[in-house]
């Protein structure tokens, strides 16, 4: 005579034991990896960002509007920014929604302090992806172009 | 609220320290770049009302600030690299305490490097 014993967890989980409450499937899973993925790729692209704009030439001397107007003149650093600011604002909005969750007790407190965190990230991913896309780095000030080596004479 | 029992406060060691590190430095990184956004979308509202706000940061207590910032940034970003390390490296947990120290070493030499130019820079005439 012989019995099969199954090897924990191959079945089903029964409904108690279960961690997810079915509806949010596997999200905090999804959150715990893009914290990792987004993490490598911000170090490259925060690093660089603060080597050409702090380190490199007069650093911080010569930032002032033609130094954004001739970087974002260029699709390379607009690409960069662009992903900089979703992958840095979706970190950073992760993060403070663990901290969130970890010190907040009372239910209404919580979904109060996410709802504040939730519309500041979408505030400020709205206008920084809107800026980068409809700046323009040779305005006309009082019908005088503003010099720039990157723009039409 | 349940009361504390007496005696059990866990003081940490390197791994605890390291996690309260971390959740600091990340706050800290975020709420300036929630200021960082705001002040650089100035570039679409002129030239002259970007040029103004700058102008307001080249101070040399801004710099010691920008300072503090990328001393942040850095810890969190090379401290983050050791999260990754401890997940998904295999003897990631067993070396935690040492990726910890070469966290801090990297740490102060990128950071005097860093601080030698900046400071220079900020402080210096142009």
């Not at chain 1, 007069?58 to 260029?74: Q, S």
């Not at chain 1, 919580?110 to 500041?120: D, E, G, I, Q």
């Not at chain 2, 801004?62 to 401290?79: C, P, Q, R, S, Y």
Request: glycine content about 10%; charged content about 15%.
């Amino acid at each position: 005579m012989s019995a099969t014993i199954e090897s924990p967890r191959s079945g089903r989980i029964a409904p108690q034991y279960r961690r997810t409450g079915g509806s949010r499937g596997n999200f905090e899973m999804i959150a715990w990896l893009f914290m990792r993925l987004s993490g490598v790729v911000l170090v490259v692209l925060i690093f660089g960002h603060l080597f050409v704009n702090l380190m490199v030439g007069e650093g911080i001397h010569a930032i002032d509007f033609g130094f954004v107007a001739g970087k974002w003149a260029d699709p390379f650093w607009q690409l960069w920014d662009l992903t900089m600011l979703w992958l840095a604002m979706l970190h950073g909005t992760n993060g403070v929604r663990t901290i969130i969750n970890d010190y907040a007790e009372k239910d209404t407190t919580r979904r109060w302090l996410k709802t504040v965190l939730y519309s500041a990230t979408v505030v400020i991913v709205v206008l920084g992806t809107l800026v980068i896309f409809t700046f323009d780095p040779c305005p006309v000030v009082d019908g005088v172009p503003l010099p720039g080596g990157f723009c039409p004479a | 609220m349940p009361t504390k029992p007496a005696g059990t406060l866990y003081r940490g060691r390197e791994g605890m320290w390291s996690w309260v590190g971390h959740r600091i430095t990340g706050v800290v990184i975020f709420f300036f770049l929630l200021v960082h956004v705001l002040d650089t979308s100035l570039v679409r509202v002129s030239p002259e009302a970007y040029t103004a706000v700058i102008g307001a940061y080249k101070n040399p207590l801004m710099a010691l600030g920008e300072t503090g910032l990328v001393a942040a940034i850095v810890f969190h970003a090379f401290n983050g690299l050791r999260i990754i390390a401890v997940d998904f490296w295999k003897k990631g947990a067993r070396y935690q305490k040492q990726m910890l120290w070469a966290v801090l070493a990297l740490w102060l030499v990128t950071m005097v490097a860093f601080s030698i130019r900046h400071l220079s820079l900020a402080l210096g005439g142009h």
